[in-house]
């Protein structure tokens, strides 16, 4: 993965709407969401979800499919999974980041 590529995904979510859109879609999974339906959901007009969509798509983090009459919208795991592997990779030098989990807890 590219520098570019994942500058343009962290942009894209880098936004309160395109953030809640794209956690809809990771919520649903393969089955993929409506605009339809997120309008609903979200409770954002139409012409507004368009564009944020446009824009997550246009980053890579959601895909979009033509079924009959519908659009399926659906999280593209395989790019977020690259985004966050770029984001990790050297993590530490290779040694592990976390201490042990302990058992018991101190909160």
Request: hydrophobic share 45%; glycine share 6%; net charge negative.
């Amino acid at each position: 993965m590219e520098e570019k590529d994942v500058i343009r995904a962290l942009a894209a979510l880098a936004h309160e709407l395109r953030l809640k859109v794209f956690r809809a879609l990771v919520v649903v999974g393969p089955e993929g969401l409506t605009p339809g339906t997120m309008v609903e959901s979200l409770d954002v007009p139409a012409a507004t979800l368009s564009f944020h969509l446009k824009e997550l798509v246009h980053a890579g983090l959601v895909s979009q499919e033509r079924q009959g009459r519908n659009l399926i919208y659906r999280a593209s795991f395989g790019h977020m999974t690259d985004v966050l592997a770029y984001l990790t990779a050297n993590c530490c030098q290779g040694e592990a980041c976390l201490p042990e989990a302990s058992t018991s807890c101190n909160c």
